[in-house]
């Protein structure tokens, strides 16, 4: 079985879903896709393509902006899971790290953490586990009492993606981990990030506009345009495709300049899921 | 000229200096009213930390449990059934604000929120008074309003519960902000709605728990200015005699409450008394705004509020 699309249940789809956002706005178009138990699934697209919607709509976060989800089911080991509340979600092992890193700044970044475990009962196993996030983000350690709003920005993503831990989630979303941090960081953050997927056999679903580092990790990649997923594929096939490259990516060669002329008539590829 | 100043500088300390039993009296007096200032701020501060909302309906909340509470006893239920009840109905209220009016408003301005509590501040208004009448009403707890001495000094004993009654309050909401998982909960809701709610913390249930906290500790309040003073209309006012604390000491701080009560609390019975007849008297009724207009130029965070953490 492949990596990303393969037979049997998954343990996400998301199936040809619509999100209206205040009644009026259509933002998502019917979008499709699905994370298999313990896979990295990249899901690209530039600015505005409704990455971040999608995730929300996953995790429930969608009704809190006044966005809702019109047609179509997310379904969580098979169960329908769009119409319960936030809190919901995470209760089942779905969390999602906000676009911007949203830490608590006046929490240190302990409480930060331990918050992050707000649905689980208290007791050794959450002491064990808040070990555990430091072993695996060892910046963290030396800044324990420290309030968040004040650790550096690449810290504050691992404060996120921590606190998101605590929560013993089998599927994490984040969206866009890599934003406004030093390629080295990014380096970093993404290591760690498929280390707790082989070690803590942590699902994710990865909302990035670096596509080159995203398919790095990824095991199988969705690509989106303006509220529809316009092609999926093994992350391979998707890097090495210098169409997909070229249009959605921004991939090709650096400093080769061309001519809007040499640019191929693109003609998208329709798909009608499920 | 010098007359003046010896008037304003010299005069006021010479009186406290000749006479420091009375001068201790005038600030244990000024402590405990500065409590009960402190027991309406504290309502605020609950409710701005975990929802970012500036609760104006809070004064007409103590006065709403005053009157509940009173209109309980007259019905003639003993004093603690009478507490139980009353504390049910404030709970009950928390969870019809939240469903009413914060579950609509959610991911609104702060300014529209608290324009919706202006409306919950009428609308108690006029439901209590639609349920209990408006009359001035004595409310008695069981506490005598008597002075005793004590190191010379007169201590009235309805002041004195009310002091100590406040400060457990205190320390017991202090320790629940700072140690418990919903004390931390309240506190990341009030950092970031959304980022509490992708971890699994409801607001929903936050936002009740919080009212409600708010709604017990109006009864206190409630209870103990009732008790000097009658339950009246104008019980609702005190709130306004929170804003100045709420400035001196932080919107986000419970320990800022508290100071910034006490602080106005003795520092306007002092004024009042010392130099209150160089300029005719009622410094009481300015000296608390004036002082909060000195802060918000000087500290506008207040003495304890948070810093808004700006990163560059």
């Known amino acids: 079985m492949s990596a990303g699309n393969g037979t049997g249940r998954p343990l996400l789809a998301v199936n040809n879903i619509e999100v209206i956002y205040d009644h009026v706005i259509l933002v998502l178009k019917g979008v499709s896709l699905r994370v298999p138990e313990g896979g990295i699934v990249a899901l690209l697209g530039a600015n505005g393509a409704g990455k971040s919607t999608t995730l929300k709509a996953i995790s429930g976060l969608l009704r809190t902006e006044r966005g809702d989800v019109t047609k179509g089911t997310v379904e969580w080991r098979g169960a329908p899971i769009h119409r319960e509340g936030a809190a919901d979600v995470v209760r089942h092992g779905i969390v999602q790290v906000m676009e911007g890193r949203h830490v608590f700044e006046h929490l240190t970044v302990d409480e930060n953490l331990l918050t992050g475990a707000y649905t689980r009962p208290g007791g050794d196993a959450l002491r064990r586990d808040l070990d555990l996030v430091y072993t695996y983000f060892p910046r963290l350690t030396q800044r324990r009492h420290v309030r968040a709003g004040y650790i550096s920005g690449g810290e504050q993503q691992m404060l996120a993606i921590g606190r998101a831990l605590m929560a013993r989630p089998r599927l994490m979303l984040l969206d866009e981990p890599s934003m406004g941090l030093a390629p080295m960081l990014v380096a970093e953050i993404f290591d760690i990030v498929a280390r707790l997927n082989r070690e803590e056999n942590v699902a994710v679903l990865l909302a990035e506009q670096n596509a080159t580092i995203a398919l790095k990790y990824a095991q199988y990649g969705y690509v989106m345009e303006s509220g529809r997923v316009v092609l999926d594929g093994d992350a391979r096939t998707i890097s090495d495709n210098e169409d997909i490259k070229e249009f959605y990516l921004g991939l090709t060669g650096v400093g080769q300049r061309k001519s809007y002329r040499d640019v191929k008539h693109y003609r998208r590829r329709k798909r009608w899921l499920s | ?312």
Request: hydrophobic share 60%.
């Open chain 2, 1 to 312: 000229m010098i007359d003046v100043l010896q008037h304003v500088v010299v005069g006021p300390f010479r009186d406290i200096g000749s006479n420091p039993a009375f001068f201790g009296e005038v600030v244990i007096g000024g402590i405990l009213a500065g409590m009960l200032y402190s027991l309406v701020a504290l309502g605020f501060v609950l409710i701005f930390k975990a929802s970012g909302v500036f609760n104006f309906a809070q004064g007409v909340m103590v006065l709403f449990a005053a009157l509940t509470l009173v209109g309980l006893l007259e019905r003639g239920l003993p004093v603690a059934a009478a507490f139980v009840v009353t504390a049910a109905v404030m709970i009950a209220l928390a969870f019809v604000i939240e469903r009413v009016v914060l579950r609509p408003l959610v991911n609104q301005e702060h300014i529209i929120l608290f324009m919706a509590t202006i409306g919950l501040n009428f609308f108690l208004e006029g439901f209590g008074e639609m349920l209990w009448g408006a009359n001035v009403k004595k409310l008695d707890v069981g506490i005598p309003d008597r002075s005793f001495m004590m190191a010379g000094m007169q201590v009235n004993q309805l002041e004195l519960s009310a002091g100590v009654i406040a400060a457990v309050i205190v320390a017991i909401l202090a320790v629940f902000f700072q140690k418990t998982r919903i004390g931390r909960a309240l506190r990341a809701v009030a950092d970031d709605h959304e980022a509490a709610l992708s971890i699994g913390i409801p607001l929903k249930t936050i936002w009740v728990v919080v009212w409600s906290v708010a709604g017990l500790v109006a009864i206190v309040a409630g209870v103990m200015w009732g008790a000097k003073s009658g339950v009246q209309f104008s019980l609702s006012l005190i709130a306004l005699k929170a804003l100045p604390v709420l400035i001196l000491g932080g919107f986000e701080s419970v320990a800022g409450a508290i100071l910034g009560g006490l602080i106005i609390g003795v520092g306007e019975k002092i004024g009042e008394v010392y130099w209150g007849p160089l300029v005719g008297g009622a410094i009481e009724n300015w000296f608390a705004y004036v002082l909060a207009l000195a802060f918000l130029l000087v500290r506008p965070q207040g003495l304890f509020g948070e810093k808004i953490i700006e990163r560059v």
